[in-house]
């Protein structure tokens, strides 16, 4: 059941990002048709709303990338070790990320905390939601990353 929860979790996560992909492709192309054809309107909010929704396509793939462990790396010191001790250099890295990730989440809470008033140029949108994209990415990227460890630490005590 978990199994199934777990895979239905990830077909989900892989819709939303396609789904920020398709949206930023379908914002920026009206907002060119808008510009370049007689249509009178404003269209200064497809800017705003294009650029909100690449942040959250880029932390969400980040977080996203981090399952596959797609993220650029090197090799070096996995090449150089074997058997339990390239498991254990593969851990040391994973808990380094971790922690950085842990920073992260807590700085980006106390940014949040300064944003609040503030508000977005053209949509008047809260400020905070410029930094969700930032926390929602690094909770999802430290999720993947903790289930990276476990399964590491689970090979490294076979």
């Not at 462990?69 to 851990?91: A, D, I």
Request: with cysteine; charged share 15%.
């Amino acid at each position: 059941m978990i199994r199934r929860l777990g895979e239905r979790a990830l077909k989900v996560e892989s819709e939303v990002l396609g789904a920020l992909i398709s949206l930023i492709v379908v914002i920026v192309c009206f907002g060119i048709i808008v510009r370049y054809t007689p249509i009178s309107g404003q269209t200064l909010w497809t800017t705003e709303l294009a650029r909100l929704s690449l942040l959250w396509a880029v932390f969400w793939g980040a977080g996203s990338i981090e399952r596959s462990e797609g993220h650029f790396k090197f090799n070096l010191f996995e090449s150089l070790f074997s058997g339990k001790l390239e498991l254990f250099v593969q851990l040391s890295i994973k808990l380094i990320v971790l922690l950085s990730m842990g920073l992260l989440i807590w700085w980006t809470i106390v940014f949040a905390e300064d944003t609040m008033g503030q508000s977005t140029y053209l949509l008047q949108w809260p400020g905070i939601v410029r930094i969700m994209p930032l926390l929602c990415g690094s909770l999802l990227l430290s999720a993947h990353c903790l289930i990276g460890f476990i399964r590491i630490l689970r090979r490294l005590f076979e």
